[in-house]
């Protein structure tokens, strides 16, 4: 992370939407948490039907109203009478307070589809500002070096960096930064719901996520190396490509055509290779992540259903935690991915901080404001250029009247 941290001036640069893209995130997240406490109520409350009519209960018996409701009517001052439920009606409270907690469970999600979109607005245009200021800042960079960069680096791996490099910087500012931070809100709001619930439970569920983080750190190792080589394969295939058509006239007059469709067809399996060694590290992920959420679901029924029949907690709050578990399923399978972004960017930054740093060998201070008014003269200058040493002056003198030109 060492070279992405040049880019923490863009982020202070556009800190306010980056705090607004935050506060999108953690209320979109609210709703997303709270959905699945929805279904639990609505299973507790058909569960307590179903051993009401297994029972054949005659008698009128009270449930609590679902905890939804209650917090609702809590939050406008007010509180709710148990339903009363016995077997002349049990049936079309069931159904009726059914459909009213299936509709705030969509209206909670649709709410935070909502701030979903909006949240992304907020990020990754943020990031689009950030890709345009990074491409005019090489851009002006390119325009301060002198000839002599450009005869010491090829004409391909330039353009790469402005063009490829710079898009994978950008899919960290956008992308990346936004499912870390809602991976981070997700798991705080998530892990602290569940533990106040049942905290062995929640210690069962959440127990084969270290060993997630564990193959990422190992894999992310792999992915840095090989993005290295893909990068720096692309910039050879770019060059070749750029010098064979800027040089087409020659290739064609000496007809080198297909030796150097020859060449490019070698390059282009050299690069083909590397490219696969890194989609098959990247194809690693996945089914690794699978794999740890199901044994995540797994382990949450087995243990929930052994304390639902020693009485600890309700069938609804087996079901609450599986959604638990589902809900965190994308944003940890993401952190694979969101590595890999890192890790590609963090090449790419590399490459293109290499050169920004690159001092140029002749610097204009733009001081000098003088009207030449007197004779030119120059008396046995020799210049070599520094990169071919080849020497194009060797004691050359020059005297130039005032108001007069030389022609050589």
Do not use: C
């Amino acid at each position: 992370m060492k070279n992405l941290q040049y880019l923490n001036k863009y982020f202070w640069k556009y800190r306010g939407r980056l705090f607004m893209g935050f506060l999108l995130i953690v209320a979109g997240n609210i709703f997303a948490v709270y959905a699945p406490v929805v279904v639990r109520d609505g299973i507790d409350l058909l569960a307590d039907a179903l051993s009401m009519v297994q029972g054949h209960s005659e008698e009128i018996v009270k449930v609590e109203q679902p905890s939804t409701f209650r917090h609702l009517a809590s939050f406008f001052g007010s509180d709710l009478a148990p339903l009363e439920l016995h077997p002349g009606n049990y049936a079309d409270i069931i159904i009726r307070t059914g459909l009213l907690l299936a509709g705030l469970y969509l209206l909670m999600f649709l709410l935070k589809g909502i701030f979903l979109f909006y949240q992304r607005q907020a990020l990754i245009v943020m990031s689009r500002h950030m890709e345009f200021d990074l491409k005019n800042e090489i851009y002006d960079k390119y325009q301060e070096l002198d000839l002599t960069f450009y005869k010491q680096n090829r004409t391909g791996d330039l353009m790469n960096r402005i063009s490829e490099d710079v898009n994978r910087v950008r899919m960290y500012l956008g992308p990346a930064v936004m499912y870390t931070l809602n991976l981070i809100v997700l798991l705080v709001m998530s892990v602290v719901v569940m533990w106040k619930i049942d905290r062995e439970l929640t210690l069962y569920a959440l127990s084969p996520m270290p060993f997630m983080m564990i193959a990422i750190f190992y894999v992310s190792t792999l992915i840095n190396r090989r993005t290295d080589q893909v990068q720096t394969h692309q910039s050879r295939l770019s060059t070749m490509v750029q010098e064979s058509i800027s040089g087409i006239r020659i290739l064609k007059g000496f007809h080198r055509e297909k030796y150097f469709a020859g060449l490019f067809e070698k390059e282009s399996n050299h690069y083909k290779e590397k490219q696969l060694r890194l989609v098959k590290v990247d194809a690693f992920f996945m089914p690794v992540m699978v794999l740890l959420v199901g044994l995540s679901t797994l382990l949450t029924v087995f243990v929930g259903a052994h304390k639902v029949m020693q009485g600890e907690i309700s069938a609804g709050v087996i079901v609450q935690f599986v959604f638990y578990v589902n809900i965190l399923t994308w944003p940890f399978a993401i952190v694979g991915w969101v590595t890999i972004l890192i890790q590609k960017a963090e090449a790419s930054q590399a490459r293109i901080n290499e050169f920004l740093s690159t001092k140029p060998a002749i610097e204009n201070s733009g001081t000098l404001k003088k009207n030449l008014t007197d004779n030119i003269e120059f008396r046995n200058v020799t210049y070599t250029y520094s990169d071919s040493g080849i020497t194009a002056l060797d004691q050359v003198s020059i005297h130039i009247e005032s108001g007069k030109r030389w022609v050589l």
